[in-house]
Structures are given as C-alpha cells and as structure tokens.
C-alpha cells in the first residue's frame, strides 16, 4: 500500500474520529441535562434577541417538563420585566422567591446564586416602580444571600454594553443608604439615565 493512500486514510480517519466524538458529546449533553433545560437555554437567546412572546413560549415548555423549574421561573419574570410589566414580573420573582426559601438546600449554590439574582432583580424592579426603601431591602438580602454571585456584569458585558464601570448591586445599596440618611428634600432617588444601565441578574 502506497504511503500517501495510508497518509490519507489517517487523516480521514482522524477527522470522522473527531466528527464523531463532538457529535456524540453535543447529544451527551441535551440528552444529559435535566427536564426543562434546554426550553430554558432556547428562552434565554430569544430573551436576549427581545422576542419577549417567544421566550415566554419556551420557559413555559420548560415548565410542562419541570414544574417550578427555576430557571424558567427566573426567565419568565425578567420577560416581563423587559416587557414593562411590572406588576406581573414582581409576582413571577415573589413565587420565585418563596420557592427557593421552602426548597432550598444548604449545599446548592447554583440555588442560592438563583435566589440571590432573583432578590437583586426584583430590586432593580422596586427602584424603577419607585419604592426605593424595598428596593434598598432586596438588594440587602441579596447580598446576604449570594455575595459573590452579585459582581456585576462580566468583562463581554461591560464590552457589549459600552460601560466599563456599571452599576452593581453594592453600589446602589451604598448609594441609597445615603441618600436616606439625608433629608427627604435633598435626597435624589431617581437618576433615569444611570437607573437604566443596571444589568439583570442571571446565574
């Protein structure tokens, strides 16, 4: 057999080697993951894309597979969010909350991170209806819950959103801690354009 025949079936061989393994490591993880999962990564890129009706859609199926999946209940409330409509959102992040509070485990911090984004959300919600003490409140405890969960919005993000120095959860409760301590006529609460560059929190 001629070297160069052997030379191709080699380098054939090692890429239908290499197509074989990246497919069956690509099904390996849809088939791998819990019930809900992958409705959930679907909701979150058309979240991300503003198709709200479309990301609804699909934490709703997530849903049907993993009732209370918390991933869909989290995706679902910062729908609504996006969408303005905030009395349907603080419901999504109560029942979220209350959900994690009955259920959560000592040792699950994927599920403390989650409880943690979903008081910071619901804050960030608080701020923009207005009620800044509850805000103030949120974040607290969402500080409490999961600090290092809160950093604030990774390097791409500060990229993507042109912002190098966003608005985090510590600086607003630093910030409205402040503010309270001064008289109510001199306290400023509300600051439109520095109000909108606070980031939603997803774990």
Do not use: C
Request: charged share 25%; proline share 4%; glycine share 8%.
């Amino acid at each position: 057999m001629k070297a160069s025949v052997i030379r191709r079936f080699v380098i054939l061989a090692a890429i239908f080697t290499f197509v074989g393994f990246s497919g069956w490591m690509v099904v390996g993880q849809f088939t791998a993951s819990t019930p809900g999962d992958f409705h959930v990564r679907e909701g979150d890129i058309r979240l991300s894309d503003g198709k709200h009706a479309d990301a609804l859609a699909a934490f709703d199926r997530a849903l049907v597979e993993a009732p209370d999946h918390r991933g869909a209940l989290m995706g679902r409330a910062l729908t609504f969010m996006r969408m303005g409509k905030k009395a349907v959102a603080m419901a999504e992040f109560a029942y979220l909350i209350s959900y994690l509070n009955k259920t959560l485990k000592q040792d699950d911090t994927t599920g403390r991170a989650t409880l943690a984004a979903a008081f910071a959300n619901r804050g960030i919600l608080q701020d923009r209806s207005g009620r800044h003490k509850e805000a103030l409140a949120d974040y607290i405890e969402a500080l409490k819950t999961d600090y290092g969960a809160l950093d604030g919005p990774s390097l791409f993000d500060k990229i993507i959103y042109g912002n190098p120095n966003p608005s985090t959860v510590e600086k607003r409760v630093i910030y409205l801690y402040k503010q309270f301590k001064l008289p109510p006529e001199k306290r400023l609460l509300k600051v439109p354009e520095l109000d909108a560059e606070q980031r939603m929190y997803k774990p």
